[in-house]
């Protein structure tokens, strides 16, 4: 069983990777194309997962 | 007041709050009236009312003659499936009911939906006991717009709902202590069957081992492995019995061009017309994360909202929100009860408030769902009735109105249009010859082959994974009786080879939309275009002892020649080699290069009353030693 801590965790790191992937994007495929549309919904959706993650930790053992 | 005032009071409003909710469920027993309706009369309605469900009925034409739809584009018929195979299948038993038509697939598709919106009030019913909302929020599946327009079609979108539904269902009781196992291992079969009836259902499978990793993880281990094996083992059987069209035409064809606006603009849709079902399930989903645990229902909702935004790529459409729809009807059914329940406990008088403002808000929803036809007998006067107005139309010519404003389908189809397309199949059938039809049922009805699927070999082309020569190059021979042009989904060659060796003779209203009739052209003249270009390359390909010729390159100049740009490039290949054997270049009349002082590069070899041409032999030990010979023959070239 998953507790809603490690939920939580597990949100962080989802959020983390599609920061990393919203960010790397220029690196991987789109080198000349700005900073675009993409990326600014994938890094606002990233921050959004961490914030919803915080609680969760609070929330220690119980059951996710 | 008195504590028996209060009370009566109590008693009085929780009735008038019970009555409300009984109105409503009748309010939506009318959208399902409406939804039957519409079905019926697409039952009646022999043609394709969406584009590409005669390609549906054609793919289940197929598999029942032992074939695959899954084959190249590249040959005749030109033409390939980019579904998955489930509910072609399934739609051949219901062939000895309606014959080989779209009605049976049509049938399959209504019936999903409405075994969809049981299976809904039922589960709603059997957590919360409450009948109101269970039948509400089941109803509330067939009220929806977006499921309205697409449950009737011959569509394998409902049919995956319904599979991905039982998934949910299935995973929920994972922890029966008699048949926990057994209703895993059924889930992973609903998802394996909602897999191979349509891709999108990913989601859903990454929801249900979600929701079992959360409960349990080593059994989301194990089942998800297992799910994994056994998809993967199909996919490659398939892949390995069609020579990897498989994979081309589901997976490669689907992956197309992605626009985020138009995701957007279906999210507003969506959340505009289901306000109040998706917000109680978006708060239920809060709810249980914070405060409950998390349901494999809610955690369904959650990834199949986020899925939905797959509905930006090109070709998808509203359809996409129909696994978010079914779930949020679910989810919100459970958030109703489950707020009138906590507030009955804590805040007595609240709680009434809410039992009063719940069947309004409902009632409000059913209003923004707002969608019938709006002439005849009953639906006339309805129209008045709710402010649309008799004879409304969202789409000209069709007495119909959607409050999602304009749309292609939702319209009951007419008599005349069932004419309309009779004529098409007429013309097809008196010509003696195939079609080239962008609707694969003028072709069915006039008992000829189905030529093409448009928007394959466009969204094939567009990845550079379509070689269009033996298509274009059988425009070119004019082999086809009538072309039938709707949406011009073609690819641009296919198109321009079309315009070139087609003349428009006729435009037929079917249906809301403009046909366009093409018979070949009589006078052409030398036809040295792009039609030809292809032709060529057409005859090359025949004579080739074992490979193709392929174009390199459409704007470039024979190896070692200097000048303009302007001449295509051919290469001759055979199997896996990294250097081509034989070069070809053809080239407008009017190019001038300069050819190399050494003598090395290209040679010329002539020309034709269309074309010059050039070419450069690679490899001199190769098997076709007469290569220059036979070139210069079958295409007539003249020094």
Redesign the interface.
């Given at each position: 069983m998953i507790t809603k801590r490690q939920l939580g965790y597990l949100f962080i790191a989802m959020g983390v990777l599609v920061i990393i992937g919203a960010l790397a994007a220029n690196f991987i495929g789109a080198r000349d194309a700005g900073f675009g549309p993409f990326q600014k919904i994938g890094l606002a959706g990233g921050v959004v997962i961490i914030l919803l993650a915080v609680p969760l930790i609070r929330l220690g053992n119980r059951p996710a | 007041m008195s504590t028996e005032a209060l009370s009566t009071n109590n008693r009085t409003g929780n009735r008038i709050a019970r009555g409300l909710l009984w109105f409503t469920v009748a309010v939506f027993v009318l959208y399902l009236v409406i939804y039957v309706v519409y079905a019926a009369a697409l039952f009646r309605f022999p043609y394709d009312y969406d584009q590409g469900e005669g390609f549906e009925l054609n793919d289940s034409l197929l598999f029942l003659q032992g074939q695959w739809p899954y084959r190249s584009n590249e040959i005749f018929p030109f033409y390939a499936s980019n579904y998955p195979p489930l509910f072609h299948w399934l739609v051949i038993p219901l062939f000895a009911i309606f014959g080989p038509t779209l009605t049976a697939g049509r049938v399959l598709s209504f019936a999903a939906t409405l075994l969809i919106a049981a299976l809904v009030g039922w589960v709603v019913y059997a957590k919360t006991r409450d009948k109101p909302i269970a039948a509400i929020s089941g109803l509330m599946v067939v009220a929806s717009n977006f499921i309205y327009h697409v449950g009737p079609l011959f569509r394998q979108h409902m049919l995956m709902v319904l599979f991905e539904l039982l998934a949910v269902i299935l995973i929920s009781r994972y922890d029966d202590p008699k048949h926990g196992k057994r209703y895993i291992f059924l889930s992973m079969l609903a998802l394996l069957a909602a897999g191979y009836t349509k891709q999108l259902s990913v989601a859903t499978a990454a929801a249900v081992l979600f929701f079992l990793?959360?409960?349990?993880?080593r059994k989301a281990i194990i089942a998800g492995f297992g799910l994994a094996v056994v998809a993967a083992g199909i996919f490659l059987l398939i892949d390995l019995a069609t020579h990897g069209q498989w994979f081309l035409n589901t997976i490669t064809a689907n992956a197309n061009a992605y626009d985020?606006r138009q995701a957007l603009d279906l999210y507003r849709q969506f959340f505009t017309l289901h306000f109040f079902t998706a917000a109680l399930a978006i708060g239920f989903s809060f709810y249980e994360?914070?405060w409950d645990?998390?349901s494999a229902y809610t955690i369904w909702f959650v990834f199949a909202l986020v899925n939905a935004a797959l509905s930006g790529k090109w070709g998808a459409g509203e359809s996409y929100f129909a696994t978010a729809i079914v779930a949020s009807c679910v989810v919100s059914g459970f958030a109703v009860v489950k707020l009138k329940h906590s507030l009955a406990i804590t805040r007595p008088r609240t709680a009434l408030i809410v039992s009063l403002a719940i069947p309004l808000l409902y009632l409000l929803q059913a209003y923004s769902l707002r969608h019938l036809p709006t002439a005849g007998p009953v639906f006339g006067p309805l129209a008045d009735l709710i402010g649309v107005g008799r004879g409304t139309s969202v789409y000209a010519g069709y007495p119909y109105y959607d409050s999602i404003g304009y749309t292609q389908v939702g319209h009951l189809p007419t008599a005349n249009d069932t004419a309309a397309g009779d004529r098409i199949a007429a013309l097809i059938k008196a010509s003696g010859k195939p079609a080239l039809t962008e609707e694969a049922m003028l072709a069915l009805r006039a008992d000829q082959p189905v030529v093409t699927n448009p928007t394959q070999l466009l969204n094939l082309w567009n990845k550079n994974a379509l070689d269009p020569t033996e298509l274009i190059a059988s425009i070119d021979r004019q082999d086809y009786g009538l072309v039938v042009l709707r949406a011009q989904f073609y690819p641009p060659p296919v198109l321009q080879a079309i315009g070139a060796r087609y003349e428009p003779v006729d435009d037929v209203m079917l249906n809301g939309f403009q046909y366009r009739l093409l018979e070949p052209r009589q006078d052409y003249g030398a036809g040295c275009d792009e039609a030809r270009f292809y032709g060529l390359i057409s005859q090359l390909n025949s004579i080739a002892p074992h490979g193709v010729f392929h174009v390199l390159d459409r704007n470039t100049n024979p190896i070692g020649w200097t000048g303009p740009q302007g001449v295509s490039e051919l290469e001759y290949r055979a199997g896996d080699q990294s250097t081509p054997y034989y070069r070809l270049w053809i080239g407008p009349l009017n190019w001038q290069g300069q050819p190399p002082a050494d003598g090395t590069g290209a040679a010329r070899l002539g020309q034709t009353p269309c074309f010059q041409f050039f070419d450069k032999i690679e490899d001199t030990d190769f098997a076709w030693p007469s290569v220059r010979e036979d070139v210069k023959k079958v295409l007539g070239i003249e020094p």
């Open positions: - | 990793f959360l409960r349990s993880p985020y994360l914070y645990r998390l």
